[in-house]
């Protein structure tokens, strides 16, 4: 993926540095604008000058006692273990956790290199603001006094909802937790963080679907698998550790691997099969191939029968999509249609894996449904090797996601409605009146602010922007915090400029300054906190397999960060609500107690099962990585013996229930009490008189052999189980279900007996709350195929979705292929993380991916009159341009382009380096591809479009 | 005596670049200087393959064969050191090696090039102390009973490093199972002794 | 000047003996770290046994890719070195197995042959008695630039060659702590002096081109070989045919070393290591064989001609040198002719006066 071919290549403007292979990075940064210099300077001054920089940055040597710590790595969600070795307080040395369950001391370039961490120079060093165009330096009595008295105006005069916390899915889960709640409490929904522009409509998608909106199985599984087919997804650079368990599936069980893409990705060049299909055609893509499973009679009927509602209609849906129809819009052709079906119909288990590819779109929660539909189809759930493996993106954002830090949900999925808040006021300890009282009690569009969801971290410029009447709340927004969010990750670059324009106070914080810091064009109103890093605090994280791991602070904080959650105390003390907030959490001196904080969430999160994870559980299980099996997760003797390494959600009932956690979701080949699972009773038990409860299937040992209802108080004592509770329980139980008993007792007494404490009911393709019950293909936005719009038209525009109008068809009638008639796409590199702004900032991931660059197929480079390394102009559908170098490729077709999204710090050809607080611009920067990225979003979470929209692209 | 070689399986090579930095963490090499490199063919068409190369510690090394000042030597263990108190940074090394190992932090006016860099197999160099040897070449990790970090963190386990012989038989086991459709695997049963070995290819001996 | 004049022959004939038996013990010494190197050479590096155990699984069709360099690219940023370096290998042989030995075969025999000529045939002499009057023949800044350059080429030819010989010899004899600072010493001398001196050489070729253009008495010069062959001496003007080989080799293989050196001492134009190893090999040969030569050059104007380093020492030559070797130039310049003694009292007159005694090449004739 580097652009560098074979020459070598001039700099790019904005990061000239001298000529030659080795400088140092010291001279790297001070050499500016010296380039081309070389004779005499680098010669005969270089070598003294540079060693001397060099000795100076090294870490130092130390024969100092050794503290081996064990952490797990920050920049995705696959979890691998690390050992740091720290000595006098510094991050000295760091050693691969062979023994670790996941990764096996395995890393890529970001964890290999995770001991930067502790050494980046280009942090925010310290709380800051703008004032006329300069960063002034603030203590943090003075930044936490003056953001809390702006916010307390903004909230007086605008009521809560003004105020936008945007937090992130680089905290732990006590700081996610510990963010939701606090956003509850300073009244408002308007809370979000990345999973809603990463995998919200695989959450919704899937959860709708069966249950649960997660991995179903986990990486290690995947070594089972007989054929794995990725769409959207690209491990090998997004998740490159999940590889090895892939690769070993390849040779051990020789698994067919399929990659799905419309890129030949890194990926597809360790698959089996590659096909190559057109951005923003997925559903077609899976109904095609459904068609020929139908067509030979490959489904699993017997499954389906048991255990999925609503296949018929899927049937007839699919019936449309003949091969030539699925070839007319996808693309692929029809023997590599019946191929790959034949594939997956024949090796069996196998599992589907997607990310961003499937989920950023518009028709997102369609996508991910038709993907948990074909599994439904060939009767791949519940089963060891196989499933729908979602691979999640930030290290903890499934984590974040349980825990409620979205702004339609509280913790563990409880929703906004009364009885949620109630549940909640209840772990609390608070009074649900007060609580009440302290939101908008206006009623607008949506609802009661309370009870409505909140806008999302994708529509925050829109939320800034609408006007008042238009939106769902008293006035549009006035201030944001971006507390560890990089909104060059985000599209529409140019009208997010003008939102940060119209904002009265943008408070970022952050360990480093990110782009939000330096693209806003402001001369005032804008905070720095320096936020410490997940290395420089403690506490649990999620992995994607639904793992908890705990994290042991390796350093102290660098500089004066400071971590989330003493930031979320200081903040919370000076805005008045620190003593509710933190009524059964410890504080000592600004630190609320970690473990204080998980233990909270403990009693509440009973939905999905985050009850059992106690910290004493999950020390014990980091503790003794190596006591659990590589390939099933379950540690075999050791303290932790029969538990699934970090008790995979759902753990149920309190940690002395002592559940091991569930590794494979729907399993019915295990026992409840070992971790087998049914498909959860969520929607109702019949539907149009057709039942809705699973059909003569039931996990193993169970005590009810057929499909049963969620467990309430009510039934217990139906089933004549109610007094199997003690008396404590009883008193707790009473009238309640096993969502809101806060004993625990119904989660115990029903897996007493092997069932699970959700029910036993069957998966459902038609989802019928959704805007197309049953997943329909539908052409994107802004998509170059004018021909299939009238058969395939997007939804009419919705008034107010999350508070806000979102607009469809009005977008998508306008035809702008003329002008912009090349289909733009993004995605990842491996060295880099999100935004970029942390890894960029590292100098040995920066010096591996210099330029920012737009992938072009070498046909539609000589059509444009572009060669490789020419500098272009990339502008997108809605007029964001930025400013690229061209990568010609035959790694994507001939009529779509690719941008990596991980890049910043210049906007439609400007540096914004001069902008950033002295010392803490990343070692590179370069052009946001979502600057030139569109309007779009998903019908049902407003997941951002990224993956499918216009461009045109000129010579610069 | 092992004699220390790297092996790379270009099937498992998925160009993570993981390596790269596991080299940069254990030995701190500064900016543009990178003793791993990876090498993809092809890239974006389907025969893309990627390679990790860095110093092969060759049997012959060429680089020992030229250079002026005689600087390099072989260790015990057939690991190609050199002694960055002798090198000139004349290039002559570079000019002959066959991987593009030796790198120069660099590249001045009048052969100004400081002192060559390369791969060390994490066996440090020749100095005073450990502290001089930390400085001058990075990690020495041999000493301490491990292997070169790069081949440690490879994240598919591509990269091996090791005793010649062990870790061809350790590839010849791999070839072996990807050769046989459902066939070696299931000879070796679900025994979590074999399924451990295949998965960690043993990169470092208990 | 006239210590110089009167001691240096004197220093030379002393120190013969001695030169001889240091080069009788070296050569054999030299020779067999020659064949050492020649052994070691013999058992072949194999960069494709390497690269086949280190990345086995790769197919015919990469190996030949991988070799071509073709379609490739580097987790190094500004990376143009593909993965197998094929002329790496062929550097190197041609390097230790040829240039290393046959350049010490050349210096060593030009070596011998002198010596041998020198023992055998001994000092050319002056025919006709010195007539103490003087000629003007080389100017001060001439010989300034000479002695320059040839200082320059002195220094630049024995760090050249402690560069391609002195470990076998140094490293062992003085151990590595001296060792280390001759080489680098002989390293940065070599790279910071080397464009000095080519920067003065082309200054002196330029002063000196009017001399040396080919005429028809240096086919003669030639066949008579500079008066060795035959009777009499053939003719020869201010610079005969030996000299103007001299100058025209200087002025094609000492371009081409310099330039080939260029090419190495600044690696900082992005030139890639093919280039670099075929400027190596033209310069090692370029060099190694004007050192050959250059012993030669010494040889003649040092002892083997009497009165000829006079010359270049003090500016002037005696009437019965100029008439005996450059008779043509001579017949020119005659009149300029001063008395020796009258000379060294008017020296800074005559020298500013007559700056450029003869046709001067500076001066349209």
Redesign the interface.
Known sequence: MRLTKRASMPQPSARPHAPGIGISRRQFLKRGSMAGGGLAGLGLLGTPMMRRAEAAERTPYSEAEVETKRTVCSHCSVGCGVYAEVQEGVWTRQEPAFDHPFNRGAHCAKGASLREHGHSTRRLKYPMKLVDGEWQRLSWEEAIDEIGSRVLELTEQHGPDSIYWLGSAKFSNEQAYLMRKFAALAGTNNTDHQARICHSTTVAGVANTWGYGAMTNSLNDLQNSRSIMFIGSNPSEAHPVAMQHILLAKERSQAEIIVVDPRFTRTAAKADHYVRIRPGSDVAFIWGLLWHIFENHWEDTEFIQQRVYGMEEVRAEVANFSPSEVERITGIPEDVMYSTAEILAKNRPGCVVWCMGGTQHTTGNNNTRAYCILELALGNLGVSGGGTNIFRGHDNVQGATDLGLTSDSLPGYYGLEEGAWRHWAKVWDLDYEWLKERFDQTEYADGFPMNSNGITVSRWVDGVLEDDTDISQRTNLKAMFYWGHAVNSQTRGPEMQKAMQALEMMVIVDPYPTVAAVMHGRSDGVYLLPAATQFETYGSVTATNRSLQWRDRVIEPMYESKPDHVIMYLMAKRLGFAEQLFKNIQVNGDEPLIEDITREFNRGMWTVGYTGQSPERLKAHQQNWHTFSFRSLKAEGGPADGDYYGLPWPCWGTPEFAHPGTTNLYDTSLPVSQGGLTFRARFGIERDGVSLLADGSFSKDSDLEDGYPEFTADMLKDLGWWDELTEEEKSAADGKNWKTDLSGGIQRVAIAHECAPFGNAKARCNVWTFPDPIPKHREPLYTSRRDLVEDYPTWNDVASHFRLPTLYKSIQQKDVTERYPIILTSGRLVEYEGGGEETRSMSWLAELQQEMFVEINPALANDIGVKNGAMVWVEGAEGGRVKVKAMVTPRVARGVVFMPFHFGGMFQGESLEQRYPEGSSPYVIGEAANTATTYGYDSVTQMQETKCTLCRIEPA | MAQMKFMCDAERCIECNGCVTACKNANETEWGIQRRRVVTLNDGEPTEVSISVACMHCDDAPCMAVCPTDCFYKTDDGIVLHDKDLCIGCGYCLYACPFGAPQFPQQGAFGERGKMDKCTFCAGGPADNPEEEYMKYGANRIREGKLPLCAEMCSTKALLAGDAQTIADIFRERVVRRGHKDGAWSKLGDAPSAIDNMASDATRKP | MRSINQTWPLQHSRQQPWLLRILQSLLPLLLLFVALGLS??A?????D???N??????DA??WR??KS?E????????????????S??T??LI??KWISPFGLIAIGGMLAMITLFYLIVGKNQLEEPRSGRKILRWSALNRALHWSVATLFILLALTGL???Y??FLF?PLFG?AF??SM??G???LH??LG?LFGILLVIILMRFLKHNWPKREDFEWLRKGGGMVGKGHPDAGFANAGEKIWFWLLATAGIVVIASGLV???????QT?DT??WA?IIHAIGALGLTAVALGHIYIGTLGTEGALEGMATGYVDESWAKQHHNLWYEEVKDQAVDGERLETSKGHADSKHDNPGPDPARPT
Do not use: C
């Open positions: 070691h050479v058992t072949a590096a194999d960069p046994a390497e690269i155990g280190a990345v086995p699984a790769m069709d990469t890719q991988v360099g379609n490739f690219i580097d987790s190094r940023h500004d990376s143009t070195y593909n993965l197998i370096n094929p790496g290998q550097w190197r390097r230790n402690n560069l391609l002195g470990k490293k590595d060792w280390a080489i680098s002989s390293k940065l790279n910071y464009p190495m001492d600044f690696p900082n134009y992005q290591r670099m190893q190596n």
